[in-house]
């Protein structure tokens, strides 16, 4: 085994349906039967229930594989007055064990500047959540050469509030913006480039933290470039958008992590 397990996690976003995690169940029983990646589905908060009702019915005949679930978002109070919020309590209580923190389309679409992104990633942890925290710069920013620059600020923020040592239960994604939803990848190499990155600017204060993250790389992954992609020292996996709909790819996805 790897010293980090891979892991695949499917980000539905507002996408999917309950007859999609029935689908995908039905496809992990029959081949899935290996922990040498973790796989984790992350469905529109009303489907948790049920994913959570087929993790449990489907306990037997997963005996061996790694199947869990996670949040797309989570709210940075622990309860009150935030009507249409979700606290990482309630997530708790449904069966999360991750949730996605600072994604590109809610720091764009949301407004979530870094600065609540590192008090949610503080909130989800207090609640015993591990999050998955997504990092990427923009197209303009990869061309003026400012990626390793975003990529510094968004986790600085995060390591200010937070410290360090935090990142010992959390993961990180890379997620480039001119990659997500645009069916264009980041190379093996680029992806390679900016993980490495990542994990230098952790080791300078804690190699352990540094050596055991796990970065998941995000953005146009398919069955078609992911085994280079994911065979890259420093990529842990990916995190999946569009082919996590469809049960056929992201079943092929996860045997790909499986052998990278
Ligand atoms: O945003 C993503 C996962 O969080 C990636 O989306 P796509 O795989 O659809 O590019």
Same mark, same amino acid.
């Given at each position: ?14 996408n ?152 010992? +239960? ?11 939803g645009?069916g ?27 050596? +055991? ?7 146009s992954v398919t069955?078609? +470039? ?14 999946i958008g569009g082919a996590s709909l469809n049960?056929?790819e ?11």
């Amino acid at each position: 085994m790897a010293l980090r397990r891979p892991m695949v996690a499917g980000n539905w976003k507002m996408n999917g349906s309950a007859q999609l995690a029935q689908e995908l169940f039905k496809k992990f029983a029959a081949k899935l039967q290996n922990d040498s990646a973790e796989v984790v589905l992350c469905p529109p908060t009303i489907y948790l229930e049920s994913v959570r009702q087929l993790l449990e019915d489907n306990k037997q005949t997963l005996d061996g594989a790694l199947v869990r679930m996670g949040a797309q978002n989570v709210s940075q109070h622990d309860f009150g007055a935030y009507t249409g919020e979700i606290s990482g309590q309630m997530l708790k209580d449904s069966g999360c064990r991750y949730v996605i923190i600072g994604h590109s389309e809610r720091r764009r679409m949301y407004g979530e500047t870094s600065n609540i992104v590192a008090e949610k990633f503080a909130a989800a942890q207090k609640h015993g959540l591990t999050p998955i925290l997504c990092v990427g710069e923009s197209g303009p920013a990869r061309e003026a050469r400012r990626t390793f620059e975003v990529i510094a600020e968004e986790l600085d923020v995060v390591i200010e509030k937070n410290g360090t040592m935090a990142f010992d +239960n959390a993961i990180i994604a890379y997620e480039p913006l001119w990659a997500v939803g645009t069916g264009k990848s980041a190379t093996p190499e680029q992806a390679q480039e900016v993980h490495a990155f990542i994990r230098s600017r952790l080791s300078e204060v804690s190699p352990f933290i540094g050596e +055991n993250i796990r970065i998941l790389y995000g953005g146009s992954v398919t069955p078609n +470039n992911a085994a280079d992609i994911f065979a890259q020292p420093d990529v842990d996996g990916g995190l999946i958008g569009g082919a996590s709909l469809n049960s056929s790819e992201f079943l092929s996805l996860c045997t790909i992590a499986m052998s990278a």
